[in-house]
């Protein structure tokens, strides 16, 4: 029996992230600057990566397909780092595959491998303990559970009325209206679900004279009808630049993607923000990137 999978260049891959959004199937990652196929277990070989890929570091290849094998991709996996197996865990733990993850961990143990941050995978025993791993890969890093209450020594900030810099309705993506009057040769914030219950300053720190669009990358359906209304935005309304505003969480990073593919399609480069947020509220990283 044979099965096309596709196959990544790594030499030709620029780390764009222009395939990810057309895996249907979840299975390529954007890790460590590469694209990954995190799980060949998911991959249709359907090939709608390709056309995304603007290097042609993405093949289809046609192989002989043994039964899934788990620790045969999880050899194949460890070389290439903590992030890809990682990736790979939480990959089948969202698609319910109980028994390779099970089997994946087991492997993990068995060969003392190594998933705290900077260790060399191939060497040193086996950090965190079992039940740490299970409550890393228990479903996207997003979705874990932390208590900022109960492990805050500080006093709650004294209460300061403020005002909101709110200057249209609908915010939600999928109701604005690209042609809208508020939007023409605006400063858009197209900014992530979460964002502003996280940054008790967010109003004034970004959104103040600009107009909103916000979306869930992970949750919300229909990404390709986002494309085009950012297109629509970019080409016809003639805004002036977007300030993409996201969590620190990976599954958040498909915001940015959704923002370069409207780019591309509208054939118009503005600049672009890219701001990435704690889920205390704090700002981690915010620099303008190059087109």
Known sequence: MKRQIIQIDEAKCNGCGLCIPNCHEGALQLIDGKAR???????DGLGACIGRCPEGAITIIEREAEPYDEIKVMESIIPK????????????KEHGEEEYLAQAIAFLKENKVDLSPGASPHTSPL???AHQLHQHVGGCPGSAM???????SQPSAQYTETYSELRQWPVQLHLLNPAASYLRGADLVLAADCVAFSMGNFHHHYLKGKSLAIACPKLDSGKEIYVEKLASMVRDAGINTITVVMMEVPCCGGLLHLAQLAMQKAGKRIPLKKAIISVQGEVLEENWLLN
């Open 37 to 43: 196929l995190v799980s060949d277990l998911f991959c």
């Open 81 to 92: 780092g903590r992030n890809t197996i990682l990736a790979h865990l939480e990959h089948l």
């Open 146 to 152: 932390r208590d900022f209450l109960a492990n805050s």
């Open 127 to 129: 950090k965190p303990a």
